[in-house]
Nanobody, 126 residues
Framework: QLQLVESGGGLVQPGGSLRLSCAASRFTLDYYTTAWFRQVPGKEREGISCISSSDGSTYYADSVKGRFTISRDNAKGTVYLQMDSLKPEDTAVYYC???????????????????WGQGTQVTVSS
């Protein structure tokens, strides 16, 4: 089973930036469709961004479009989420997730994702 680990979370002021990383313990994420989700207490886990294994196409939820950028470093087998212009409402636990079928295209819903990290806390506050 693929084990995912997120890193890069922390405390940042509104308008600031963070970069989250997602890596696999035994394998690279080069050929996995990989997404970022976030969740706050009392709310559903929200899909916010995805990068496709097939053609590298990227997708974003409206809530983060224009502010967040997902990317992949194939040499390292790592997926990143660059978060700019952060707002207090971005505060959440952020999770990366991957689909076992390497040819599966992007979706921003939880169902198709087979592997999940444990999450990293992002807090945006002044």
């Amino acid at each position: 089973q693929l084990q995912l680990v997120e890193s890069g979370g922390g405390l940042v002021q509104p308008g600031g930036s963070l970069r989250l990383s997602c890596a696999a313990s035994r394998f690279t994420l080069d050929y996995y469709t990989t997404a970022w989700f976030r969740q706050v207490p009392g709310k559903e886990r929200e899909g916010i961004s995805c990068i496709s294994s097939s053609d590298g196409s990227t997708y974003y939820a409206d809530s983060v479009k224009g502010r967040f950028t997902i990317s992949r470093d194939n040499a390292k087998g790592t997926v990143y989420l660059q978060m700019d212009s952060l707002k207090p409402e971005d505060t959440a636990v952020y999770y990366c997730a991957a689909i076992a079928n390497r040819f599966r295209t992007c979706v921003l819903r939880r169902g198709p994702y087979d592997y999940w990290g444990q999450g990293t806390q992002v807090t945006v506050s002044s």
